[in-house]
């Protein structure tokens, strides 16, 4: 890399990494905590690659210290981490376990002292399984008892936190959970799916009223959601109909109440009698102002016609041709067509990339290295396209990476790594990669040159 970068990001711009709780946590029984969902799902057989669970993950809940001390080597300035639901209520409504809160305020004080701004999403999937007997997210209730929760989260660490985002990509939660059931918990029910979405949103909107309610100063309040520029996979008629429903359930299901307060007309007509009952006080709650999007990228969606699949007739495809990591194709324009279409079509406040990483194949090398290049060349793409952006007037804030750590990514285990730290699940031993000292130098430089030799 040159001494003098070609791309500089504005002052101000935040940079940092996100993570969440049930994949690097562990101590899934430990100090009063209550199980998850993930705990139960896990323990399915067939549900997760090698049927491994997150009972220990990266040990975070031991070894945060160590993990805070990295952060500050790499010069993060911010860290994205989840609060788990059920350490702070075991059984996810009444009694409030002391030991759960104390771990998160202990977190957020150290990270203070280091200089990084905590930035705590409330739900990352791992619902209480005492709330999931009860009807899960199909049961309003649900989202109550999640306000109810923000309010005690909020009330001990709103004094030094100011930024908060609510859930963490309902979509996945709604459609993973209950359409096809590959995360917890499992199940397969159409008309449940979009129940558990809609009230995934409520949640989202009493949470944000919750959290301002009790709060101790002015905070920052934003939602993350996974979103993806859909293409066609062909000029024909019948592809072009298919990627405008598929964008419909994958991006203005959720955009257009957050953002618009009503449901996108063409998507409530397709899915007819799965929609949700929307109470006539719903929307209002749901598109409370918030302060800023956040935005998941990982990679498009090229979507074809095809009449067998269920209720909006369209499927994923994989170009041929293309780059793809252990999950996904690897398209960088896509974040910047996705930022500028969010920009134009819902002029949010803010905009926070929240998450963008790639899983590839990495290890340690004869001499204690990880040269994971291709993570470089991913992340160094994608700031290309981040910072034309924001060139072009798109207020885009921040930019965290999908992780800190190598984790435990759900229905695939610990086969796929994400981390800018190397992570031996065996020793617990932490290494970190190339990938991570050339984000320090972005952060340090506030900009890279993109032409550098990887």
């Known amino acids: 890399m040159s001494k003098e970068p070609v791309i500089r990001f504005p002052e101000g711009f935040r940079w940092g990494v996100a993570a969440s709780a049930y994949q690097i946590e562990g101590g899934y029984d430990e100090d009063g905590r209550g199980l ?19 009972d220990v993950a990266a040990d975070h809940y031991h070894r945060w210290r160590e993990d805070v001390q990295i952060m500050a080597d790499l010069g993060l300035q911010v860290y994205r981490f989840s609060i788990a639901w059920p350490r702070i209520l075991p059984e996810g409504t009444g009694r409030v376990n002391p030991p759960g809160l104390d771990f998160y305020d202990h977190l957020v004080d150290a990270l203070l002292e280091k200089g990084i701004t905590p930035l705590p999403t409330l739900y990352h999937w791992d619902l209480p399984q005492a709330l999931q007997d009860k009807g899960g997210w199909g049961n309003r209730d649900t989202a109550h008892y999640f306000a109810e929760y923000a309010r005690i989260v909020g009330e001990r660490l709103s004094d030094r936190v100011q930024n908060w985002i609510t859930h963490n990509e309902p979509f996945v939660a709604a459609v993973a959970g209950h359409f096809t059931g590959e995360h917890a918990p499992g199940l397969q029910d159409p008309f449940l799916t979009f129940r558990a979405g809609h ?3 409520l949640s989202h909107g009493y949470a944000v009223e919750a959290l301002r309610a009790t709060a101790k100063q002015t905070l920052q309040i934003g939602i993350a959601l996974n979103l993806s520029p859909v293409h066609p996979a062909s000029e024909s008629e019948a592809d072009q109909q298919a990627a405008r429903r598929y964008d419909g359930v994958l991006n203005r299901l959720f955009l257009d109440p957050i953002l618009c307060a009503k449901y996108p007309e063409d998507i409530v007509e397709l899915l007819g009698p799965v929609m949700p009952q929307v109470e006539p006080d719903d929307m ?9 999007v956040g935005v998941n990228y990982y990679s498009r969606t090229v ?59 990495d290890g340690v090398d004869f001499d204690g ?20 952006a924001i060139a072009e007037g798109v207020p885009v804030h921040g930019y965290l990476v999908w992780s800190l750590l190598d984790n435990f990514e759900w229905a695939f285990g610990y086969r796929m790594r994400f981390g800018l730290t190397y992570v031996d699940f065996e020793t617990q031993k932490r290494i970190i990669k190339e990938s991570g000292y050339w984000f320090a130098r972005v952060i340090r430089e506030n900009g890279f040159n993109p032409d550098m030799a990887i």
């Not at 896990?42 to 997150?54: A, I, L, N, S």
């Not at 209002?284 to 800023?292: K, M, T, Y």
């Open 199 to 201: 009230h995934l949103l």
């Open 36 to 54: 998850s969902i993930w705990d139960t799902f896990c323990r399915q057989p067939g549900k997760v690659e090698r049927g491994e669970t997150g």
């Open 303 to 361: 979507i074809r016609y095809d009449p067998d699949f269920p209720l909006i007739q369209a499927s994923e495809i994989k170009p041929e041709g293309r780059e793809y990591s252990q999950m996904w194709e690897i398209y960088p324009p896509g974040i910047y067509e996705l930022l500028t279409r969010v920009w134009k079509d819902y002029r949010p406040a803010s905009i926070f990339v929240t998450e963008n990483g790639v899983c590839v194949p």
């Open 284 to 292: 209002r709650h749901i598109a409370v102002p918030l302060d800023f």
């Open 369 to 388: 290295r990880v040269r994971d290049y291709r993570r470089i060349r991913y992340l160094r793409d994608h700031l290309v396209q981040v910072h034309r």
